[in-house]
């Protein structure tokens, strides 16, 4: 079992960044990948970015590309997404999750088998 516990989501104003972390408990990181997804109001849950431990290869939403980093810290057992230049349009529940086995798509929710609670993060204009 792993469970995943996201934190730094909040209020900021249109330009702002926000750092959302994510940290896991129950079993040793080992090869394998973390991605970011999100829900906005109305819509359904999307893609944001991912980490491929082997390799360290991230991947990105278009959407967010050159604005969001996503990074790890291998002693916290944390995963962070630090998120530049936010745009109203940014405003949702985000979500990490885990996959315990590389599947190689990063950008597929059903291939991730665990889930955070979700941290709220909202942009103003």
């Known amino acids: 079992q792993v469970q995943l516990v996201e934190s730094g989501g909040g209020l900021v104003q249109a330009g702002g960044s926000l750092r959302l972390s994510c940290a896991a408990s129950?079993?040793?990181?080992?090869?394998?990948?973390m991605g970011w997804f999100r829900r906005a109001p109305g819509k359904e849950r999307e893609f944001v970015a991912a980490?491929?431990?082997?390799?360290?290869?991230?991947y990105y939403a278009d959407s967010v590309k050159g604005r969001f980093t996503i990074s790890r810290d291998n002693a916290k057992n944390t995963v962070y997404l630090q998120m530049n230049s936010l745009k109203p349009e940014d405003t949702a529940v985000y979500y990490c999750?885990?996959?315990?086995?590389?599947?190689?798509?990063?950008?597929?929710?059903?291939?991730?088998?665990?889930w955070g609670q979700g941290t709220q993060v909202t942009v103003s204009s």
């Open positions: 980490f491929r431990w082997s390799g360290g290869s991230t």
């Open positions: 129950g079993r040793t990181f080992s090869s394998t990948a």
């Open positions: 999750a885990y996959q315990p086995v590389d599947s190689r798509r990063y950008d597929t929710e059903r291939e991730y088998a665990y």
